[in-house]
């Protein structure tokens, strides 16, 4: 074995091996070299990058949501509350296997489709270590469930966040409106920077239309956080400012007063404060929960409350369009006295038809079958009783010009500009309205349609109680509006914006009539006058679902009940020191006078009551 | 036992009386593994999050180690020379047990249990290896003839292999190197060189498809483009390079480190530990633990060339080359010029076996510096 060494030369080998030890050596310090430029490369060519990279890494920061303004009624009763909900969050990266992840939780929650297919679209969106919500509005015992489990649930967190809540659920929903979720369209809209760490809108109603005063301001934290995004400690911190609070001029007692009033059926009302504008009562039947919106609704309730034939998601008060009928003679009646196309001793005699020069089928009066309203008809029985055939006339000597412009000054036929989104504007027609809407002439027959406010006329339920308002205060222009004051603020909601220019006398006039509706022993709405303790004055009306022919009579046995005529009533109380005005319709009520009005005194009786108990606490 | 075998013979003609040389001691060798043992431990403070159970058990490897080291120079190279292939059959024996009987975690198989101990064969082989190499070929014509050539790359290949299948390619690779520096020092002829490059190049495609499994070839395609995967494999390298990177000059102090103080560094206190020191020190750190390692190389490569036999010179060369491996695929890696193959840092990595089988190197490296001259 030590053959090879015999023959080895020791000083050969160690000059071999001492010139490999070298060459050893220097690659060793070449290679050092290598180490050094890299690490100079780091640490001092790069070192501003990776210093702010450092720096992204550890701080965050992180949307401080504010707390969204709440909505009180005129008293302080809370109509819009926040309250906490318990959410269930992923953060993808801290579970070992999301799949399996979810698959645990489903066995332990409700997980619904809908909620995983969410989960996996919003996920795309997120990155690893961010937050994405599974399931909203956990149960209290769901979270015991998922606090009980949680070792072995890594990845999964609840969170808690404040969401909307509305005590009083269908009773203000057209009103206040609901908050929902950001939808695709207006996330586009949006200030993305201004809902970062909330993700609902004002939808409808006061919560959207109020948006940005009951939004608040988004505050921010700069924390600094670990590799697994667990908070260490808070750098620097800007406080979210909370959302202004909203008190409105609604009453939750006329409201309710209202709402009960319609007993279920189909409608609309409105009342409003005279002195202010400020809108009182704003009812929609049937209604909805609001609170089913605000963290989503399913699809099944969604479809039950789109579809159903009550139609409740629609907002009757400022969306329903309806022939007004006879309630608005007092306003034609206060124009042709105003514009002396009639006079207080101008009488007719109604045999029940209206003939018209040149045309040859008559206009009929609503109690043509019992021979029309009789001999020596005025103004004031015309209103009293309702008789048509005088406005006929009444219309026909004033003209469409006249009853269309002093129709406008009364809020008809354009959008009442409350604070409210998607409100509907009616229809005053005039000769250019229907040039531009029908491409055709005004005829005579027209004019003597909207003399009782049928044919082409159409209005709002909030459009008859502006114009009884303006009615009731002699002719001041107010804005109707909900909101009274804003973070304790007074609006500028009770300045007249203008006034309608009629003699005293005629206004005397009318209002005397109107009472009469209530108070005489002939007055279409006489069946409200039992046991009150103070004067209302109205005007009732129906408006026709379908069409009747001149031959046939409107006999509502014959019909289903959803073609019976609609039931109007405009009124306001009292008489003399008028406070509060209503506009109403009751669909397929019939009457005015024995289904609608009734639910009008409803009203007003609940708003006298308020006045006699009057210490008014303001908030 | 031989008689010899001790060196310590306090009788011996013209010896040294220092207490260094009767305790076969190397003071600047000691004394630059002191200076590392205590740069390790500073770190390690930082790096763990600053657990001063980790220091303590660090420490108390420290003091093993040292023992264990002073104990090993006790012996005289001749006496390794001679254990040499029976040290080497016991090691390729285990790792064979390994392969078997093995316990481990995470995936991969390195322990023996012995009831009392565990013992890792693959540490072992680190000197084994070097040592058998460095003792065949010794003793074989210089430069080695090709059965010789072909004996020791046997010889090297045996472990390298069975160590790769723990998989544990961090300690495959160095003993892969300690075997092929034992053959380059014994004066490789420069044909065998340039085959061996050329064999070196052919077989990459042979690893990449037969021998690395998944999560290997990963590594190597996460070092190319660590951003393809952010928060999987390139995460690592990703947050160890931004640590390096964030510290600079002079860094952001001892315990200041934001990358490894707040989690975003993994294995921080062990494979990773570089850029703790990077981050808290700055350049100027990394610099100052470069030049400590040069130093003790340098010193180790001294003891090398005026060692007294060929067995020694080229055992020492060996030891002190392959140390720098340790340093340059630790510090290559986690800077992000190396595939992550988790070797770790000698000295400042937490780990007791790495440690101890460290020093038990240097203590060899002790006693052939302190080997008696011969007339």
């Known amino acids: 074995m030590m053959d090879d060494a015999a023959f080895s030369d020791p000083a050969r080998e160690r000059r071999l091996f001492a010139s490999r030890l070298f060459i050893g050596s220097l690659a060793t310090l070449f290679l050092s070299i290598v180490l050094i430029a890299r690490y100079f490369d780091l640490q001092i060519s790069r070192y501003e990058d990776f210093a702010t990279q450092s720096n992204k890494n550890r701080v965050l920061v992180r949307p401080l949501p504010p707390s969204r303004g709440l909505i009180y009624d005129r008293n302080g009763a809370l109509i819009a509350d926040n309250r906490p909900s318990y959410n269930l969050t992923i953060v993808p990266e801290r579970s070992e296997n999301t799949e399996q992840l979810l698959a645990e939780l489903a066995k332990l929650i409700t997980i619904s489709e809908r909620d995983l297919q969410r989960f996996q679209k919003n996920l795309k969106r997120r990155r690893p270590f961010e937050q994405t919500t599974l399931r909203v509005n956990l149960s209290e015992e769901e979270r015991a469930t998922l606090a009980v489990n949680g070792h072995r649930l890594a990845g999964a ?29 207006e996330s586009q809209t949006i200030e993305a920077v201004k809902y970062s760490g909330t993700d609902s809108i004002g939808k ?104 159903s034939k009550d139609r409740p998601l629609f907002d009757r008060a400022i969306r329903g369009q309806y022939p007004p009928g006879s309630t608005i003679k007092p306003l034609f009646g206060l124009t042709a006295l105003n514009s002396k196309t009639v006079s207080s001793s101008f009488t007719i005699k109604d045999n029940g038809y209206f003939y018209f020069k040149g045309i040859e089928r008559p206009w009929r009066d609503h109690n043509f079958a019992q021979g029309g309203h009789g001999d020596g008809v005025d103004l004031a029985k015309a209103i009293i009783e309702s008789c048509d055939v005088y406005f006929y006339e009444l219309g026909v000597r004033t003209g469409i010009d006249m009853l269309s412009e002093h129709a406008a000054e009364f809020g008809l036929g354009h959008k009442t500009g409350i604070d409210m989104p998607g409100e509907r504007p009616g229809i005053m027609p005039s000769r250019a309205w229907k040039k531009g809407a029908r491409g055709q002439s005004w005829f005579n027959g027209d004019t003597i349609n909207v003399s009782i406010g049928q044919g082409y006329m159409l209005a709002t339920p909030l459009q008859l109680a502006v114009m009884s308002a303006r009615i009731a205060s002699r002719g001041d222009v107010r804005t109707p509006r909900l909101v009274k004051a804003i973070n304790g603020v007074e609006t500028n909601a009770t300045d007249i914006v203008g006034k309608i220019q009629i003699d005293d006398k005629h206004w005397d006039y009318v209002h005397q009539a109107m009472q009469d509706v209530v108070h005489s022993v002939r007055g ?64 397929n009520g019939e009457h005015g006078g024995s289904s609608a009005a009734p639910i009008a005194r409803a009203v007003f009786d609940a708003y006298m009551q308020s006045q006699e108990s009057t210490t008014v606490v303001n908030r | ?216 070839k990963q590594r190597v395609l996460t070092l190319l483009s660590p951003e393809q995967d952010k928060l999987g494999a390139g995460w690592n390298i990703i947050q160890s390079t931004t640590a390096i990177g964030s510290g600079g000059w002079s860094g952001k102090g001892w315990t ?56 020694s010179r080229l055992l020492a060369g060996t030891l002190s080359l392959t140390f720098f491996v340790y340093v340059f695929v630790n510090m290559g890696m986690v800077s992000g010029i190396l595939p992550v193959v988790g070797a770790p840092l000698p000295f400042i990595s937490y780990g007791g076996s790495a440690i101890v089988t460290l020093f038990i190197g240097f203590g060899i490296l002790m006693a052939i510096s302190t080997e008696p001259k011969r007339i």
């Open chain 1, 157 to 185: 967190e609840t969170s808690a966040r404040l969401i909307r809540y509305y005590p009083y659920g269908e009773l203000f929903a057209h009103a206040a409106g609901y908050m929902g979720r950001i939808n695709e369209r």
């Open chain 1, 204 to 307: 409808i109603g006061l919560e959207k239309f109020y948006e940005t005063q009951l939004l608040g301001s988004v505050g921010s934290e700069q924390v600094e956080t670990n590799a697994q995004g667990r908070v260490m400690r808070v750098l620097d911190k800007t406080a979210a400012e909370s959302g202004a609070n909203l008190t409105l001029f609604l009453d939750h007692k006329l409201q309710r007063a209202g709402f009960d009033a319609f007993n279920g059926e189909r409608g609309a009302l409105v009342a409003i404060e005279i002195e202010t504008g400020g809108i009182l009562a704003m009812v929609s039947t049937p209604s909805y929960d609001p609170n089913l919106f605000v963290t989503g609704i399913s699809q099944k309730n969604y479809d039950n409350l789109l579809y």
């Open chain 1, 524 to 587: 279409t709405a006489r069946s409200i006058n039992t046991g009150l303790s103070y004067k209302i004055a109205g005007k009732t009306g129906t408006a026709q679902v379908i069409s009747i022919n001149a031959e046939e009579q409107y006999d509502s046995s014959k019909l289903d009940k959803r073609q019976w005529d609609h039931a109007l009533f405009v009124a306001f109380a009292p008489v003399k020191n008028p406070k509060i005005a209503i506009g109403l319709i009751l669909e």
């Open chain 2, 1 to 216: 036992m031989h008689r010899n075998d001790f060196v310590r013979q306090l009788s011996s003609p013209g010896g040294d009386r220092r207490p260094s040389r009767v305790m076969h001691l190397d003071i600047p060798l000691l004394l630059l593994l002191l200076v590392l043992c205590g740069i390790g431990l500073t770190v390690l403070f930082s790096a763990s999050g600053e657990s001063i159970g980790y220091v303590k058990r660090q420490a108390t490897f420290m003091l093993v180690g040292l023992v264990s080291m002073i104990a090993v120079a006790q012996f005289t190279p001749r006496f390794w020379e001679r254990w040499s292939i029976v040290i080497y059959a016991g090691g390729l024996l285990s790792l064979v047990a390994v392969l078997f009987f093995g316990v481990g975690a995470k995936g991969a198989q390195r322990w023996l249990d012995l009831g009392f101990t565990r013992f890792q064969p693959s540490e072992l082989m680190k000197i084994a290896v070097p040592m058998m190499i460095s003792a065949y070929l010794s003793n074989r014509y210089m430069p080695p003839r090709f059965k010789h050539v072909f004996f020791a790359a046997v010889a090297t290949s045996l472990p390298v292999f069975l160590v790769a299948r723990q998989p544990d390619l961090g300690t495959s690779l160095i003993i892969f190197s300690s075997g092929f520096f034992a053959i380059f020092l014994a004066g490789l002829g420069k044909r065998y060189l340039v085959s061996t490059g050329l064999l070196a190049i052919a077989a990459i495609p042979i690893l990449w498809f037969y021998v690395l499994l998944d999560y290997q």
């Open chain 2, 256 to 311: 200041q480190g934001t990358q490894s103080q707040l989690n975003f560094l993994p294995e921080s206190h062990t494979d990773f530990i570089i850029a703790v020191l990077a981050e808290e020190f700055g350049l100027i750190g990394v610099l100052t633990l470069l030049v400590v390692y040069m130093l003790l190389i340098g010193r180790c490569m001294l003891i090398a060339v005026n060692a007294q036999t060929m067995f």
